[in-house]
């Protein structure tokens, strides 16, 4: 049985698209014939709320995987999309970091549930998405200490590049610690508004800056993508000819081939 490959999304920064990316990029995932669970790592619990997980369907949640109450398996829940599973959160979360900052393996939690989960029986994800909080905390770290690769979106605006060095310092950081695998598999520009002259500078300073760590596909603004998590949808289901959700189709395709000269090099 192969290993799920695991990737983090995070950025420090809230409102750049991370949650929107998970649920996107892991329903196109899906929709290609991929099996994804998407781990929701953010006490806001976005991404559940984004596929009409409401708070009863979420009996066991990562909060519990986070302190050892439950593993992983037991929190999944189906979503409307064939082959696309979520383990939800709860605002629970919150309370974690205080609760389990006093064991030596507090950085491991995630990893260890999610290697647990890879043995276990009649599973098999290849791809598991971490949707993280808005922070450089326990949370986030935990999902870098379980991650293969970090997915940093990064939103088309003045300030995009601010906070990226702190997140790669911080990535840095737990690869000469706790990971020594991990990487960055790819910056995603989020947001982008043809009209807004701004938006085209901000790509061009990233791609200068991240180069071809950045991935081709670039996400537009697209309302029809901000709309479809009030409906607990994905844009793909709600409407997957609008921009946002082909753009969602290319970059799903594009990490796929990353995958896979990643595995042939
Ligand atoms: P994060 O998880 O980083 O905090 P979100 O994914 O929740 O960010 O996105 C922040 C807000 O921006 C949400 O209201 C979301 O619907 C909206 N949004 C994200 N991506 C797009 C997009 N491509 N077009 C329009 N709105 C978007
Ligand atoms: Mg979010």
Known sequence: MSQPRVLALANQKGGVGK??????????????????????????????????IGHKQRV??????????????TTVVETAVPRLHIAP???????VELEIAGERDRTF????????LAASQGVAYSYILVDCPPSLNLLTINAMAAADAILVPLQCEFFALEGLSQLLKTVEQVRVTLNP???????????????????GQVVADVRQFMGDKVYQTIIPRNVRVSEAPSYGKPALLYDL????????VRLASEIIQREKSLRAA
Do not use: W
């Open 109 to 116: 939690k995630l990893r260890k549930a999610i290697q647990a």
């Open 60 to 73: 066991h949640s990562t909060y519990e995987v986070m302190v050892g109450d439950c593993d992983l398996r």
């Open 241 to 248: 000819k609008c921009p946002g959700s082909q753009a969602y």
């Open 181 to 199: 695998g991990l990487s960055i598999h790819g910056i995603v520009l989020t947001m982008y508004d043809a009209r807004n002259n701004l938006s």
């Open 19 to 52: 949650t929107t990316t998970a649920i996107n990029l892991g329903t196109a995932l899906a929709a290609i014939g991929e099996d994804v669970l998407i781990v929701d790592l953010d006490p806001q619990g976005n991404a559940s709320t984004g596929f009409g």
């Open 89 to 95: 959160s709860t605002l629970d979360l919150l309370g």
